[in-house]
């Protein structure tokens, strides 16, 4: 069972810079495709981004393409999320999840992740 801690969120001016991180427990983080997710206030969850267990394959949505970073250090057992050029739209409350088992080409599906973590808000101010 892996549990999954996400902190870094916070408010910040539209342009700014955030970095979030989610430490995982329980479990070896290599073992797991890891993904973000957010959720605006009133709306679906939404897939933000995506890392291979080696963190050689990256997946954007389209909304952060060219604006956020993942990346993940095995060693710490740490997923992070880089986000600059932070605009309004960003605001929501971001979610770490893990998926165990083989590669998909659906990982930007929130069913697929089999651990999620608490979530830790982030509010762009405009």
Known sequence: QVQLVESGGGLVQAGGSLRLSCVASG???RSYYMGWFRQA??????????TSRGAVYNYYSDSVK?????SRDN???TL????????SE????????AKAGSFTTK???GSEYDYWGQG??????S
């Open 90 to 97: 960003d605001t929501a409350v971001y979610y770490c999840a």
């Open 41 to 50: 206030s009133g709306k679906e969850r939404e897939f933000v981004a995506a």
């Open 120 to 125: 830790t808000q982030v509010t762009v101010s």
């Open 75 to 77: 060693a710490k057992n």
């Open 66 to 70: 060219g604006r956020f970073t993942i």
């Open 27 to 29: 479990g070896t983080a």
């Open 80 to 87: 992070y999320l880089q986000m600059n050029t932070l605009k």
């Open 107 to 109: 990982l930007s599906a």
